[in-house]
């Protein structure tokens, strides 16, 4: 499909009270329900770019969608209703200010800590594991939940401190049951999923999966064709930004630079593989 880098939706202005604007996602306020607006805006590094990715907002929210009704029997979740390709109505629930990071593949900031001889959130790793290299379990690791700036790693007990043992235990066996079913899923259509990210939140005392789910902003999508133990490994996400900005020297203070029109059609590209791959349906088809 042709990307006109200027098709992008910014900000939402819809007649309903405002609940937030967070980095990608405009939430109104309903009453006892949610209106979220998932917009084409990008973060690199914590700090909103002034140029929006087209078709970003679309992928991510019709992504989250199908994948919310694939795992619904492994845990309930919030949303009721997809209102159109950007838009969704949800439950409001109370957020557990706890997120968790179910990592099946050694990457990321675990390996950082793990080259360095350190556990990883209180998970002792066994010696000899190389970068990118599957773990023989997946692991659960819980980080605070930052309106700004960057999420500070926990451990267990520190997660079980802040909302108790029980229901850390519960949100554990649901998320790695839910990560280890979209695994089985997305490797045969050529994605490994390294790790991703969940956040909950508490409904009349139900715990439900809430936010986004297995998206390429809340996920490492790995192309299983281009997968090799050891090394730095491509992306289905913001790839191209990062690299482009870390290239220009750019020292990740806002305001940040504006993005060439290539780096925003190739972004805006892997997006759309990204929901085509996993759903199997072609980008636009939304029935």
Not at 13 to 29: I, Q, S, T
Not at 36 to 48: H, K, L, N, Q, Y
Not at 148 to 173: C, F, N, P, W, Y
Request: charged share 30%; net charge negative; with cysteine.
């Amino acid at each position: 499909m042709d990307i006109d880098v200027k098709n992008v939706v910014m900000e939402a202005n819809l007649p309903y009270p405002l609940f937030k604007r967070g980095k990608v996602r405009d939430v109104y306020d309903l009453g006892e329900e949610l209106l979220i607006v998932a917009t084409d805006r990008i973060s690199a590094f914590d700090v909103v770019l002034p140029n929006g990715i087209p078709h970003k907002g679309e992928a991510l929210n019709m992504l989250s969608a199908y994948w919310f009704n694939e795992v619904e029997a492994i845990m309930p979740h919030h949303l009721l209703e997809v209102v159109d390709a950007r838009t969704v109505r949800v439950k409001k629930t109370s957020p557990i200010k706890v997120e968790f990071v179910v990592r099946g593949y050694l990457y990321g900031s675990a390996w950082e800590r793990y080259k360095r001889g350190e556990d990883v959130c209180g998970v002792e790793l066994s010696p000899g594991l190389r970068r990118a290299e599957k773990l023989p379990e997946p692991i659960m690791t819980p980080t605070t939940k930052a309106e700004v700036g960057h999420d500070v790693e926990l451990t267990r007990d520190d997660a079980s401190k802040m909302i108790g043992r029980d229901l850390v235990e519960q949100i554990e066996g649901s998320g790695v049951e839910i990560y280890e079913a979209a695994s089985r899923k997305a490797e045969p259509k050529g994605i490994i999923i390294a790790d991703t990210k969940f956040e909950f939140g508490l409904w009349k005392d139900e715990v439900l999966l809430i936010d986004e789910v297995l998206t390429p902003d809340s996920s490492r999508f790995w192309p299983k064709d281009r997968y090799e133990v050891g090394k730095s490994q491509m992306s289905f996400d913001k790839q191209y930004v990062r690299d482009y900005l870390m290239s220009i020297g750019w020292n990740k203070q806002p305001p940040a630079p504006d993005l060439p029109a290539h780096v925003i059609i190739e972004t805006s590209k892997k997006y759309i593989e990204a929901y085509e791959r996993l759903t199997s349906k072609k980008f636009g088809d939304w029935a």
